[in-house]
């Protein structure tokens, strides 16, 4: 068959330096179109058509799709452009879509989610065939840096992507004009550094073999796992994915004073809803007949020795460098006591284990630090098999060593333990040799202004009744966060943008939802609703009963169509109408212009409004865009609850009382009404209230009643006042 000769266009296709538009030319491809192409250095991220004889210019994606589509003459018989004026209303909005959202940057994780969800049951964006859409959206894909990651994580994505790369125009163009990809060499040096200057994970981590990196998320499970805990998490597993390795997550269970099953499952299931990849779980406990044995070669070589030096002594002993009484007792003396601390007998627990280290030291870690004590209380995981515990000081270098751990990621509020973690390994090695080196590596840890992230603070909230419980959508908790409506991918970008550097700074809240906003905005549904007190009924004359579609989005088809009831008595909020002036005209959102005509008062409140509709009116000359609503039974009942911060103080200083810095009315709850599509939200939608921000559904009761109303947690956009608000 012979090939078909491509026909020429008018204008030159203008496209930044080394980046070919690929969705414009895989269309042209298709359409058999030839075109003039020109890099022009000044564009940096639009592409054009210029026709220099007119001198007119088309920009954009949307605008230089639809030409090629409109200058071919086969466009109809390929359906490029759908075979039905729906299809081709469909297409048009979806090369919006790909223009706008389809793009590199912190928006291309939300527009990818919400593409996953679309194509879950479909081949292609529009109909059963190619068109410009798939096009478009591919070639925006092409070009990228960060697609082949989301195609990791969205498998619907990644299956049309696949599919549509297959096909012999974009695999054509792809091979002709796609980026191609950075080869990464192994590392065969003692240091390496991936990224560059703008990488905040460019740091010389020393000892790394490429293909060989271990590292370790060590939770604790003496509570739920905080903002900061994610950030430790993420950077473990950044580490671990950059250098081809892997990342284990090891409970580190030594003190059954504050350890729980509740608190194991619920960071189990955090690490589910963070999408952490690792390798397997372990706990120190499963190391404990291991870490005994350590201890008693240890103590055969001198390195260990029992002490009953009171507790206060003992502090005051370290803090000044005085060695203790104890420190040159027989071998034999503190063999037996082991035995006898072991066994949780009176003389054994007057006593504990120290290891020998250097009481001259200024570093105070390492004045011969506490390596075993005893605890009678049950275990959440080995019950009540042991008598005496090791510390984490102990453990930790230990089972590091023994599991493999080749960098152990830790933050620099402990960088004094980091001589203690290599001497104790040292000491365990003198006694162990097999085990291998451990690369210790500090960073930043993250803090939040008004925020407290000590467990034992957050533990008070939730025993004072100060809070709801861990996932009180006011706490720092992942669940907390999560339940306020924070996105997983917000956050795994906030703290993967932070990075491993070592500097420390106290985070705006507002930096973290700004960056949600632009993950939610793009894709939730818009709804309406009036505030419940005072609300003021507004009598529209010219109004015909009726109801309409319309859509959810205007800008993203996908989140699809809701009801719009239309009656000649609607709702408005108070606010809005003691804004309005007799003779004034308004718009009506979604409707059209209205002119108020009375405004009715009693005692100077507004106590209701005549207004005639006008809808040939021009909205773009109103000041005023009002939401409102018809005034039906079947509105949805709405409880909005918006919160503040628990801490009044911007930053705790250490000679604050902790007690008298909590905001003790963080919670404000507002009665609302609803449209009656909010009768069908469920559990965990998020949804922007016109005019009125960002929510996510907490609960929808089976019967939904003003006793009963539908429960929305407002959800801050990073504008400083909103979280402020209830101070």
């Known amino acids: 068959m012979a090939t078909k000769e491509k026909a020429t266009i008018g204008g030159v296709l203008c496209h930044p330096k080394d980046a070919p538009p690929c969705g414009i030319l895989a269309a042209a491809d298709v359409l058999h179109l030839d075109l003039a192409r020109k890099e022009d250095e000044k564009l940096k991220r639009t592409i054009e058509f210029r026709f220099d004889a007119s001198g007119e210019v088309l920009e954009g994606l949307c605008s230089c799709m639809k030409y090629i589509a409109r200058s071919s003459g086969i466009v109809a018989e390929t359906g490029l452009y759908g075979r039905s004026p729906l299809a081709a209303c469909q297409i048009d909005s979806f090369l919006d879509f790909a223009e706008k959202h389809v793009v590199p940057g912190t928006g291309l994780d939300a527009a990818c989610a919400s593409m996953d969800v679309y194509l879950s049951c479909r081949t292609y964006f529009v109909g059963h065939e190619l068109t410009l859409a798939d096009i478009a959206i591919w070639g925006q894909l092409m070009a990228a840096p960060q697609a082949q990651r989301m195609r990791q994580t969205y498998h619907h994505v990644d299956r049309w992507f696949s599919h549509i790369d297959s096909l012999p125009a974009m695999k054509a163009i792809a091979e002709t004009y796609a980026p191609k990809k950075k080869k990464v060499e192994k590392s065969k040096g003692v240091k390496v550094t991936k990224g560059d200057a703008g990488d905040p994970f460019a740091i010389k981590l020393p000892n790394i073999v490429d293909g060989a990196v271990v590292t370790r998320f060590p939770p604790e499970p003496s509570g739920y796992l905080h903002i900061g805990h994610a950030k430790a998490a993420l950077i473990n597993q950044e580490i671990a994915d950059r250098y081809h390795g892997v990342m284990r997550m090891r409970f580190d269970d030594t003190n059954p004073s504050k350890e729980k099953d509740e608190f194991v499952d619920n960071i189990i299931e955090d690490c589910k809803r963070l999408k952490l990849r690792y390798e397997k779980i372990t706990y120190t406990s499963d190391y404990f007949p291991q870490l005994f044995e350590c201890a008693d070669r240890m103590i055969k070589a001198g390195l260990l020795y029992a002490?009953?030096?009171?507790?206060?002594?003992?502090?005051?002993?370290?803090?000044?460098?005085?060695?203790?009484?104890?420190?040159?007792?027989?071998?034999?003396?503190?063999?037996?006591?082991?035995?006898?601390?072991?066994?949780?007998?009176?003389e054994g627990v007057a006593n504990c284990l120290r290891v020998k280290l250097d009481m001259s030291n200024p570093n105070k870690a390492l004045r011969d630090p506490v390596c075993f004590r005893c605890n009678d209380g049950?275990?959440?995981?080995?019950?009540?098999?042991?008598?005496?515990?090791?510390?984490?000081?102990?453990?930790?270098?230990?089972?590091?060593?023994?599991e493999g751990v080749t960098h152990a990621l830790r933050t620099s509020e402990y960088r004094d333990r980091e001589a203690q973690f290599y001497m104790i390994l040292k000491l365990q090695q003198s006694v162990w040799p097999e085990l291998p080196h451990v690369t210790m590596w500090d960073y930043a840890r993250i803090s939040f202004v008004y925020t407290v992230l000590s467990k034992r603070k957050l533990t008070w909230f939730v025993t004072e009744g100060i809070v709801d419980g861990w996932d009180d959508p006011r706490m720092p908790t992942v669940q907390g966060i999560l339940r306020r409506g924070l996105q997983i991918e917000a956050l795994r970008e906030f703290m993967l943008t932070q990075g491993a550097s070592k500097n420390i700074t106290y985070q705006e809240w507002d930096k973290i939802w700004a960056m949600n906003k632009k993950y939610i905005d793009p894709v939730c549904p818009r709804h309406t609703a009036v505030i419940k007190k005072d609300r003021v009924t507004v009598s529209l004359s010219g109004a015909a009963a009726e109801t309409v579609e319309v859509p959810k989005h205007l800008k993203y088809p996908p989140a699809g169509m809701k009801k719009q009831i239309r009656t000649d008595r609607i709702l408005i909020d108070y606010e809005d109408a003691c804004l309005l002036s007799e003779g004034e005209e308004v718009t009506l959102m979604g409707w059209g212009n209205a002119i108020i005509n009375t405004i009715h008062r009693e005692n100077d409140t507004i106590t209701s409004i005549d207004a005639r509709l006008h809808l040939e009116g021009d909205f773009k000359k109103t000041k005023l865009k009002l939401t409102w609503l018809a005034d039906t039974s079947d509105l949805c009942p709405l409880q909005l609850e918006h919160y503040g911060y628990l801490i009044t103080k911007k930053k705790l200083e250490e000679d604050d009382t902790f007690e008298d810095c909590v905001n003790r009315n963080s919670k404000h709850i507002i009665q609302a009404l609803g449209d009656v599509n909010m009768r069908d939200l469920k559990k965990g939608d998020i949804l922007q209230l016109e005019r009125k921000g960002y929510y996510i559904v907490d609960s929808v009761p089976a019967d939904i009643s003003s006793d009963n109303p539908v429960i929305l947690f407002d959800i801050p956009d990073g504008k400083a006042k909103q979280d402020r608000m209830i101070q």
């Open 378 to 402: 049950h275990h959440w995981r080995t019950g009540y098999t042991y008598k005496c515990y090791p510390t984490y000081d102990f453990a930790c270098p230990f089972v590091d060593a023994h």
């Open 307 to 346: 002490d009953d030096t009171p507790v206060e002594q003992m502090r005051e002993e370290r803090m000044h460098g005085v060695e203790s009484k104890r420190r040159n007792r027989p071998i034999e003396e503190t063999q037996h006591i082991f035995k006898e601390m072991i066994a949780g007998s009176e």
